[in-house]
């Protein structure tokens, strides 16, 4: 709702400025004199036809960048800056001076940034239709243009010769330089490389055009093809080719930050031709390379991923950088950062071993390839587990076909294989806590060494010296990717967001036969997308009283579709034909938490923390990060999966707002569920993201006791978790929430954290309540937890 107002908004800005804009905003030669300061509000000039502005623009609370962008565009999308590295500050002016220097300075008056002018004489500056700056001589003659020095894109009409590259950004919102280069060498390759981050000197090749001595000039020619010549202009490599008629569509090529380099396309307003027509309002990804960033393999450096991280390649090509269990994030918001242990690492005292203090973990099809430190044959799992059991060095072993490699931390170059027939796997040692249960692990079946001779080819050569000499001979050439099943549908909405006919998904489910679970608006079954390889899908049939007009569901599709985040169950694509209206995720192979928590094999206590955690970020990324906030309303156990590694995933977001359920909750039944609903729901108070703050509140008591909020099972006055809970902890008593579960019982401080954060959460007055941000950084214990008032009346008004 609030994303079409605010569409709707928008386009009304549009049509009342236009007329006006075009003059005021003064797509006009900047003569000498003229200045832009940065400003509360976006201060630019504009090219002619509207399409690029040059000015400043504000990079969340941290300063303001002098950039150009993409201005006719809800994103404005930048792609050229001069600050990333530096954010200035409101009241900063970027000025072409009267003696013809063109200078950005902070408030203070001091230089921050100045173009190296070819040549002086500047008489104007001017925004180019073709999203080239360029500072002029009289006789027009350029002094400086942007597309000279390219920062992290590249635009039509843009060329790139020997020795110049783009640098990545940092992360998606910091600009500053970050840690791969798209380069055409001196010597003609044209190649992805990482960087020494951070230096500035490239590390490792990862992909190369292999035109040593021949390649010349990187072009992205007016029609949007972008391909490596010779000197003589005769064409040695396409890069990416042209959707449809170029005039439609804004393109832009970019080295992504996560090391992937995309050429995108975005339909322009206005045009009615109906192929620019039948694309989404987004940008959406034409090309990319590498085939598969996860398998960079670096001697020296951490690979795609961060150290002691492994790497999953997504369906949009684009990588997912993911901790292994018992170790988390050091920067949440910098992934790639690499991960941290979240416990004390072994001792090696021989006096005390703790040998039976750790446990191992499983994790299939998960690697580490290079810089084993140990390496047997001929051995049994359990052999290989003891091994690295007793020896305090190791911290994960792979296992495969009769194998183990040891490795120590920090581990680098990680990476989750795609094809699970390769097999082998990855033994992760974490502590236990002194744990008596029988705990359910994931991948605990895995006893199949049949597959073995694949296995042993495989890690013998990821983890052989002979492999890595291989892997210097033949540089990037090193890739085991198979075309991905999900590009022969044609790309729509939001990043990657694939179009299915209803026949498609009527043969993917097989006439939608297994059905996987149901609710009051949709009903979802599995599915199998199929060609030379077989893919699984979760499709939700929404029911057909769900009836919108069609723009509006496939813009609130596409909003969907952007979110991207590691906790969240990702949307692939969609079907709006007829009344049929179906979603298509991800299939999560471990099925729903509701499942896992209150079934035969409890979980750990350790594997619940890193749902509770997990739930919590993807949470919080819907209220804070995405471009227009997505309350998810009916957060429960039934809605988080967990995917083949047991991460939290959740489900079913963004679909309040497609449904229109916030408009008809008081006539068709509420969409939150009894006992996960904050009471102000039930006074038809404004919905706001406290709603779900109060339902996670709910699940982490579930978490935490491995018991249902509700359950008639236990004594009258335990039936109602929330209140029990807080009985429990107000008379000091928490070991009886958690009784029977040692590894809790030896983790107490936490539990006691736990159920205080929870309670903050369920909190009667909404205000009260902390946002899931907060609870986030309690959780991970940057922020201290104070002590909760009571809830108060919450569970009178259910
Ligand atoms: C800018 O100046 C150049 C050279 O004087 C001229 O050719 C061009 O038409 C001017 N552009 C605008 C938009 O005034
Ligand atoms: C961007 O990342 C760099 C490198 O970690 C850091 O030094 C800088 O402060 C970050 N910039 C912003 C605006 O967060
Ligand atoms: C751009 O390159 C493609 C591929 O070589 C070619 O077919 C097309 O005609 C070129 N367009 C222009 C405007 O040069």
Same mark, same amino acid.
């Given at each position: 709702m609030a994303l079409a107002l605010s569409y709707l908004l928008s386009f009304l800005l549009l049509v009342l400025l236009l007329p006006y804009s075009t003059i005021a905003q003064t797509s006009k030669n900047q003569s000498l004199g003229s200045s832009l300061t940065a400003q509360n509000k976006d201060t630019y000039w504009v090219s002619p036809s509207g399409d690029f502005a040059f000015g400043f623009q504000q990079i969340g609370k941290g300063g303001y960048l002098l950039a150009i962008w993409f201005?006719?565009?809800?994103?404005? !999308?930048?792609?050229?800056?001069? %600050?990333g590295d530096n954010l200035v500050p409101i009241g900063s002016k970027v000025e072409l001076t009267k003696d013809g220097q063109f200078v950005l300075s902070d408030p203070t008056g001091k230089e921050i940034w100045k173009p190296g002018l070819v040549g002086t004489g500047v008489a104007y500056a001017a925004m180019l239709d073709s999203g080239n700056f360029v500072l002029a001589s009289? /006789?027009?003659?350029? +002094?400086?243009?942007?597309f000279d020095h390219p920062t992290d894109t590249i635009l039509p009409t843009m060329t790139m010769n020997r020795g110049s590259k783009l640098v990545a950004h940092?992360? =998606? $919102? %910091?600009?500053?330089?970050?840690?791969?280069h798209f380069t055409l060498k001196m010597g003609g390759n044209l190649s992805l490389e990482t960087r020494f981050f951070p230096l500035e000197f490239s590390s490792?090749?990862?992909?190369?055009? =292999?035109?040593?001595?021949s390649g010349f000039l990187v072009v992205f020619n007016q029609s949007g093809s972008i391909y490596l010549t010779a000197r003589n202009g005769?064409? +040695? #490599?396409?890069?990416s080719s042209n959707a449809?008629?170029?005039? /439609?569509f804004y393109q832009r090529a970019v080295m992504e930050y996560d090391g992937v380099f995309t050429h995108y396309v975005y339909p322009k307003g206005g045009t009615n031709t109906s192929n620019a027509r039948s694309w989404p309002k987004a940008w959406s990804s034409l090309f990319r390379i590498p &085939? %598969?960033?996860?398998?960079? !393999?670096e001697e020296i450096g951490s690979g795609a991923?961060?150290?002691n991280s492994y790497c999953k390649l997504r369906d949009n090509q684009r990588p997912e950088c993911l901790c292994p269990y018992g170790y988390s994030f050091i920067d949440p918001d910098d992934v790639m950062k690499g991960c941290k242990q979240n416990f004390q690492p072994q001792s090696c005292d021989e006096a005390n071993p703790?040998?039976?203090q750790f446990d191992l973990i499983d994790m299939p099809n998960v690697n580490w390839p290079l810089f084993d430190y140990g390496h047997f044959q001929d051995q049994t799992e359990d052999w290989c587990r003891k091994a690295c059991l007793d020896d305090?060095?190791?911290s994960v072993v792979i296992f495969g076909g009769g194998q183990c490699w040891k490795k120590k931390n920090p581990l680098s170059n990680g990476r989750k294989d795609q /094809? &699970?027939?390769v097999g082998g796997k990855a033994l992760i040692k974490i502590r236990k806590y002194n744990s008596t249960l029988q705990c359910s692990r994931p991948?605990? /079946?895995?006893?199949?060494?049949? $597959?073995?001779t694949l296995i042993i080819i495989v890690s013998v050569l990821l983890s052989s010296l002979v492999f890595l000499n291989l892997l210097f001979l033949f540089g990037f050439r090193f890739k085991y990717w198979k075309p991905n099943v999900l590009q022969q549908y044609p790309a729509m909405p939001g990043m990657n967001l694939r179009s299915f006919t209803y026949e498609e998904l009527r043969k993917a489910t097989d006439g939608f036969k297994e059905e996987l679970g149901s609710g009051a608006f949709a009903t979802v079954y599995k599915g199998v997308l199929q060609s030379e390889e077989t893919y699984l899908v979760a499709v939700k049939r929404l029911n057909?009283?769900?009836? =919108?007009g069609d723009l509006e569901f496939n813009a609130e599709v596409s909003a969907i579709g952007r979110t991207n985040h590691r906790n969240l169950v990702q949307l692939l694509g969609f079907c709006n034909e007829g009344q049929h209206r179906l979603l298509v995720y991800e299939f999560m192979s471990n099925g729903s938490l509701a499942s896992f928590l209150f079934g035969d094999s409890q979980p750990n206590w350790y594997q619940r923390i890193q749902i509770a955690l997990g739930t919590a970020r993807g949470i919080s990324y819907l209220h804070e990060e995405c471009s227009s906030q997505i309350i998810h309303c009916d957060i429960k156990p039934q809605n988080i999966l967990l995917d083949d590694s047991f991460t939290a995933r959740i489900s079913d977001f963004g679909l309040a707002k497609l449904l229109k359920l916030d408009q008809t909750r008081t006539t068709t039944g509420i969409r939150g569920t009894k006992g996960y609903v904050a009471p102000e729901w039930f006074r038809n108070m404004h919905v706001t993201v406290k709603m779900d703050v109060y339902s996670f509140g709910i699940l982490l008591l579930e978490l935490i006791?491995?018991?249902?909020?509700?359950?008639? #099972?236990?004594q009258e006055d335990l039936i109602i978790l929330a209140d029990w809970a807080y009985d429990c902890f107000k008379d000091m008593k928490l070991e009886l929430l958690v009784a029977n579960d040692e590894e809790a019982i030896h983790d107490m401080k936490r539990v006691e954290k736990y159920v205080m954060i929870a309670i903050w959460c369920i909190? =009667?007055?909404?205000? +009260?309540r902390p946002t899931m941000k907060k609870v986030v950084q309690m959780m991970e214990g940057a922020v201290e937890v104070s002590v909760p008032p009571g809830p108060s009346s919450f569970i009178s008004s259910i």
């Open positions: 201005n006719k565009i809800p994103e404005k !999308t930048i792609v050229w800056s001069a %600050n009289q /006789d027009s003659g350029f +002094l400086w243009e942007s940092y992360s =998606e $919102r %910091n600009y500053s330089n970050g840690r791969f490792t090749g990862y992909w190369s055009s =292999e035109t040593e001595g005769s064409i +040695l #490599k396409t890069i449809g008629p170029s005039q /439609d &085939p %598969n960033v996860c398998t960079i !393999t991923c961060g150290f703790e040998t039976d305090c060095f190791c /094809d &699970p027939s991948g605990a /079946d895995s006893k199949n060494n049949d $597959r073995s057909n009283r769900v009836r =919108e006791c491995c018991r249902k909020n509700f359950d008639v #099972k236990e909190q =009667e007055d909404p205000s +009260l």
